[in-house]
């Protein structure tokens, strides 16, 4: 009887499945109507890839650095109810901060209350792409376990796609919690990630996430961890940033030796492909939902902003992680440096890529207290 009264208050799973992305902004502190559990539904989009999965027979390991790799991502495992405290007051600035938009009409013509409200929103669709970008890695992760063809490349993807969600679950409790705004998926970051799930070559997954997506992400929440005024945001990056510097730092080592043994014309595709996801990621700057939330002319708010240098500056920080790991692995070849050129960003192909492993900084153990 028990047993019966218990799987009558269960949920029943509903799933509805589509192939459009939903473009709905949710906002947590809105009371939303109470659902019975009949009603509750789950909504997947649909994507769909011809993967190609192996098995490995051999369990050798050939590289003690992925090895090791391997084992700190074990060693500094982190849990996102007890690790971080969420109890902690948010902190919010009662300032208006003196910015580039100051300068751009529509802007200026809204009250203090209103550019509060645009500063909340811009914030929280910077948050919600952080959190879409986790489950694209989470998902790429998963299909990593099953198509790289190496025991070491296997255990380290399935290592990495628990970290990814992690990092799922973190953002979502944030802006639930915290943030109270969820925007949808931007564009450009939707078409990089169907770009990477959707392709059948193990190699390029690997390469579209943990060199470019996992790069700029990198930079990214570097950038936001120091100017954040939230201690809890603050930390969830600070774990966050730890798990990504070893994605990259494994991405990098174990691409350039399988780089090296392609031929010309399989490292010039893969240069290309990775040169055309850059220049998707580029859209990733732009919050357009924002500005459509807010009535204004997307092309317009777009051209002030590359105009005013603040999103050539952002891509500049950006690109600076992911370049010189491309020219680490050998995929700035002589025929995509020009498009580099073009794009503003072949300069920082000197810099120092992420293969120079420093132990001594990832094998610092996880406090939160400095």
Not at 112 to 117: A, D, M, N, P, V
Not at 344 to 364: M, R, T, Y
Request: aromatic share 10%.
């Amino acid at each position: 009887m028990k047993l019966q009264n218990v799987a009558k208050s269960r949920k029943t799973m509903k799933v509805k499945y589509t192939e459009e992305t939903p473009r709905k902004i949710r906002d947590y502190e809105e009371s939303e109507p109470e659902l019975s559990a009949e009603e509750v539904e789950d909504i997947a989009e649909i994507f769909r890839t011809p993967l190609t999965g192996t098995y490995n027979w051999d369990y050798s390991v050939q590289d003690n650095r992925i090895a090791k790799l391997y084992e700190l991502g074990k060693k500094l495992n982190w849990n996102v109810s007890m690790d971080i405290d969420w109890d902690r007051p948010l902190v919010e600035s009662e300032d208006i901060p003196q910015m580039f938009w100051d300068e751009y009409p529509p802007y200026k013509k809204l009250s203090i209350e209103q550019k509060r409200e645009f500063l909340r929103h811009r914030g929280a669709s910077q948050f919600s792409q952080f959190l879409h970008g986790e489950q694209g890695a989470l998902l790429v992760a998963s299909q990593l376990v099953s198509c790289a063809p190496t025991y070491q490349a296997k255990l380290y993807a399935a290592s990495q796609a628990f970290d990814e969600a992690r990092h799922v679950e973190a953002f979502t409790k944030y802006i639930q919690k915290r943030s109270k705004l969820m925007y949808p998926v931007g564009s450009g970051l939707k078409s990089l990630l169907d770009k990477i799930l959707t392709d059948e070559r193990w190699d390029l997954k690997l390469i579209g996430m943990q060199i470019i997506i996992e790069g700029l992400a990198l930079a990214a929440f570097n950038t936001a961890k120091a100017v954040t005024p939230d201690p809890v945001l603050r930390d969830i990056l600070h774990l966050i940033i730890r798990d990504e510097a070893r994605h990259v730092t494994f991405g990098v080592n174990y691409l350039e030796d399988f780089i090296e043994n392609l031929t010309e014309e399989e490292r010039e595709d893969r240069a290309m492909f990775a040169y055309e996801a850059c220049v998707i990621s580029k859209e990733r700057l732009f919050p357009t939902d924002v500005f459509r939330k807010f009535g204004w002319d997307e092309d317009e708010a777009r051209q002030f902003s590359n105009k005013a240098g603040f999103a050539t500056e952002f891509q500049r920080l950006l690109f600076s992680r992911v370049v010189p790991n491309l020219s680490r692995i050998g995929l700035l070849t002589d025929e995509v440096r020009p498009l580099y050129d073009k794009l503003g960003v072949l300069e920082f192909e000197s810099h120092s890529p992420d293969g120079d492993i420093s132990w001594a900084e990832l094998e610092k153990p996880l406090d939160l207290s400095a």
